[in-house]
């Protein structure tokens, strides 16, 4: 019975970075075809990196990435009997094409265009892609292959295709985003397929940040009766080696000169965890990705800045993280001393700059306008743009990218100060619900105790006015979280959220702060991705909206 050894790669492209992610395919076949391996597959658009978006529309573009396949294949040539399957884009006919080709020894063997183009969600391929009709198969040493590219497989009619054409394996080429559940909807969807067709399944992920999307990688070989038999760590570039038979079946090939753990089977990470590596690598990824080097933060004593600066350490180092506390005649003592005793924890850079001072300027020069006023949440957002115009002062001057410290729940409630606390480069809690947060800081004090307990136990505050707290206005944060889950990210009603047992009037209020601060999300930074509908990419809302949803 005939065997080929098949490598998996998961590589960390950079959108547009097409000589770089072009080193990468080749530093991984090279370590491949040491390993024996006769069959490379790597990800889904690797050579362009995912979502390549609007630079698809650049004929220039288009071209080079034809020059540099070409040039790939070429390099490829040395590397005898190793067939490598690539990610890229190409025009056939006029028609742009989300491809994969099968390279051999310089040559090109076959080009597969993908048939499923998705348009939901953070995917817009038919704004871009012409779909594909035809199945692609190629046989090595009576092992035949069938190439698939991510959606494909979610749908019948591809991998069929494949499967009469005499596939044993699918060899499926992945730019999946990371979202939580979503490796086990993968395997779901990989186990129906592989059901279906009666093929073997490897699956190649993308890994790494790419602006606002997390790819966790997590790729996987799953035999043709559904059980997994192979899986590359999350998060981590790597390489993994198995064994495909003609008969369809799979085996492990462990390989430690391939740099990928003896056991073949990656361990799959809690809830926490995962969330928390989405964060850093998204993180670190952006800052590395755009050309900087340090952030920096507001530090408040709060828990939000607490797990945005222990994020950033983890992510990027303790010396590449700088903090500031700009305290007000509102800020308590407690926080000042919780927050200097995280800094002292961690490590990091820190500042302190009151801003007291500066208020009371800023009150004096618009006394004579606002005479005759009460005080109101105006006074209040004085102090929080004040930090913000600190913070982006030391970032025009040092360099620094400025982290924001909001969360989901304070972005859908409007529970945030536009060019306050708002304003930065790039928001690591954008779509993670103050619930979570709380879940995210309890996990990494398992790890090593960074945040000190009394930040994961006060009451939050924004502490802009006296003895304040966050729910003075809102309700409790498990019940705005419960509803902000179920109407943004299940896009469930009004009325199906009072019949789920929410009152009446939490969800009135919650639907209408919804509602009413989509300006202000328009105008906050990216940040990462980790539910299934972030604000941003998912979330596309009118401004101007006359619409009123009914309980």
Same mark, same amino acid.
């Given at each position: 019975?005939?065997?080929?050894?098949?490598?998996?790669?998961?590589?960390?492209?950079?959108?547009?970075?097409?000589?770089?992610?072009?080193?990468?395919?080749?530093?991984?076949?090279?370590?491949?075809?040491?390993?024996?391996?006769?069959?490379?597959?790597?990800?889904?658009?690797?050579?362009?990196?995912?979502?390549?978006?609007?630079?698809?529309?650049?004929?220039?573009?288009?071209?080079?990435?034809?020059?540099?396949?070409?040039?790939?294949?070429?390099?490829?040539?040395?590397?005898?009997?190793?067939?490598?399957?690539?990610?890229?884009?190409?025009?056939?006919?006029?028609?742009?094409?989300?491809?994969?080709?099968?390279?051999?020894?310089?040559?090109?063997?076959?080009?597969?265009?993908?048939?499923?183009?998705?348009?939901?969600?953070?995917?817009?391929?038919?704004?871009?892609?012409?779909?594909?009709?035809?199945?692609?198969?190629?046989?090595?040493?009576?092992?035949?292959?069938?190439?698939?590219?991510?959606?494909?497989?979610?749908?019948?009619?591809?991998?069929?295709?494949?499967?009469?054409?005499?596939?044993?394996?699918?060899?499926?080429?992945?730019?999946?985003?990371?979202?939580?559940?979503?490796?086990?909807?993968?395997?779901?969807?990989?186990?129906?397929?592989?059901?279906?067709?009666?093929?073997?399944?490897?699956?190649?992920?993308?890994?790494? &940040?790419?602006?606002?999307?997390? !790819? %966790?990688?997590?790729?996987?070989? $799953?035999? #043709?009766?559904? =059980? /997994?038999?192979?899986?590359?760590?999350?998060?981590?570039?790597?390489?993994?080696?198995?064994?495909?038979?003609?008969?369809?079946?799979?085996?492990?090939?462990?390989?430690?000169?391939?740099?990928?753990?003896?056991?073949?089977?990656?361990?799959?990470?809690?809830?926490?965890?995962?969330?928390?590596?989405?964060?850093?690598?998204?993180?670190?990824?952006?800052?590395?990705?755009?050309?900087?080097?340090?952030?920096?933060?507001?530090?408040?004593?709060?828990?939000?800045?607490?797990?945005?600066?222990?994020?950033?350490?983890?992510?990027?180092?303790?010396?590449?993280?700088?903090?500031?506390?700009?305290?007000?005649?509102?800020?308590?003592?407690?926080?000042?001393?919780?927050?200097?005793?995280?800094?002292?924890?961690?490590?990091?850079?820190?500042?302190?700059?009151?801003? &007291?001072?500066?208020?009371?300027? !800023? %009150?004096?020069?618009?006394?004579? $306008?606002? #005479?005759?006023? =009460? /005080?109101?949440?105006?006074?209040?957002?004085?102090?929080?743009?004040?930090?913000?115009?600190?913070?982006?002062?030391?970032?025009?001057?040092?360099?620094?990218?400025?982290?924001?410290?909001?969360?989901?729940?304070?972005?859908?409630?409007?529970?945030?100060?536009?060019?306050?606390?708002?304003?930065?480069?790039?928001?690591?809690?954008?779509?993670?619900?103050?619930?979570?947060?709380?879940?995210?800081?309890?996990?990494?004090?398992?790890?090593?105790?960074?945040?000190?307990?009394?930040?994961?136990?006060?009451?939050?505050?924004?502490?802009?006015?006296?003895?304040?707290?966050?729910?003075?206005?809102?309700?409790?944060?498990?019940?705005?979280?419960?509803?902000?889950?179920?109407?943004?990210?299940?896009?469930?009603?009004?009325?199906?959220?009072?019949?789920?047992?929410?009152?009446?009037?939490?969800?009135?209020?919650?639907?209408?702060?919804?509602?009413?601060?989509?300006?202000?999300?328009?105008?906050?930074?990216?940040?990462?991705?980790?539910?299934?509908?972030?604000?941003?990419?998912?979330?596309?809302?009118?401004?101007?909206?006359?619409?009123?949803?009914?309980?």
């Amino acid at each position: 019975m005939s065997a080929v050894k098949v490598s998996i790669a998961q590589i960390n492209a950079l959108v547009g970075d097409l000589a770089g992610n072009s080193r990468r395919v080749l530093e991984a076949a090279r370590l491949a075809h040491a390993a024996g391996a006769r069959v490379l597959l790597t990800p889904e658009l690797v050579l362009t990196g995912y979502p390549p978006e609007d630079l698809l529309l650049r004929p220039s573009f288009v071209l080079q990435c034809d020059r540099v396949l070409n040039d790939l294949c070429a390099s490829l040539a040395s590397l005898s009997g190793l067939h490598v399957v690539v990610g890229h884009v190409t025009s056939q006919n006029g028609d742009l094409r989300n491809a994969a080709s099968v390279l051999l020894e310089g040559r090109v063997l076959g080009t597969y265009y993908k048939h499923e183009l998705p348009n939901y969600a953070v995917f817009d391929e038919q704004r871009y892609f012409v779909a594909g009709e035809q199945a692609l198969t190629f046989t090595v040493d009576g092992v035949c292959f069938g190439v698939n590219i991510c959606e494909d497989i979610w749908l019948e009619s591809a991998p069929e295709a494949a499967a009469q054409q005499g596939a044993h394996t699918l060899l499926v080429l992945n730019a999946s985003p990371y979202n939580i559940g979503k490796y086990e909807q993968r395997l779901e969807i990989a186990r129906r397929c592989v059901r279906r067709t009666g093929c073997s399944l490897l699956y190649a992920n993308l890994v790494g &940040g790419q602006d606002e999307l997390i !790819f %966790d990688g997590a790729s996987f070989a $799953m035999d #043709a009766s559904g =059980a /997994l038999v192979s899986r590359l760590p999350d998060y981590t570039d790597g390489l993994s080696l198995v064994e495909a038979f003609s008969d369809s079946r799979l085996l492990a090939c462990p390989s430690n000169n391939l740099g990928i753990a003896p056991t073949a089977i990656a361990p799959e990470l809690g809830l926490e965890a995962q969330v928390w590596q989405a964060l850093t690598t998204c993180l670190a990824d952006y800052v590395k990705k755009n050309g900087f080097r340090t952030v920096i933060l507001g530090l408040s004593g709060g828990i939000d800045s607490a797990v945005v600066m222990a994020v950033a350490v983890d992510a990027l180092g303790a010396d590449n993280v700088h903090a500031v506390m700009m305290p007000s005649r509102y800020t308590a003592d407690i926080s000042q001393i919780d927050a200097r005793d995280m800094v002292k924890r961690l490590g990091v850079g820190y500042e302190e700059i009151a801003i &007291g001072e500066l208020a009371a300027n !800023f %009150d004096q020069v618009l006394a004579p $306008m606002f #005479a005759g006023k =009460a /005080l109101d949440a105006t006074e209040e957002n004085i102090q929080a743009r004040l930090r913000g115009m600190l913070l982006m002062a030391l970032s025009n001057k040092l360099g620094h990218l400025v982290l924001t410290t909001g969360n989901k729940s304070e972005l859908s409630t409007g529970y945030c100060t536009l060019y306050g606390d708002m304003a930065g480069g790039f928001a690591v809690l954008k779509d993670v619900a103050k619930t979570l947060v709380y879940r995210l800081a309890r996990w990494r004090n398992t790890q090593s105790e960074v945040i000190p307990e009394r930040i994961i136990t006060r009451p939050p505050s924004a502490e802009l006015r006296p003895d304040q707290t966050d729910q003075d206005n809102l309700p409790e944060y498990d019940v705005i979280d419960g509803i902000i889950e179920r109407y943004v990210e299940q896009n469930q009603s009004a009325a199906e959220l009072v019949a789920a047992g929410f009152a009446p009037d939490a969800v009135e209020q919650i639907v209408r702060l919804i509602r009413i601060n989509e300006y202000k999300r328009r105008q906050s930074p990216p940040g990462p991705r980790i539910t299934g509908r972030a604000y941003g990419r998912d979330w596309r809302y009118p401004l101007s909206n006359g619409f009123r949803e009914s309980l």
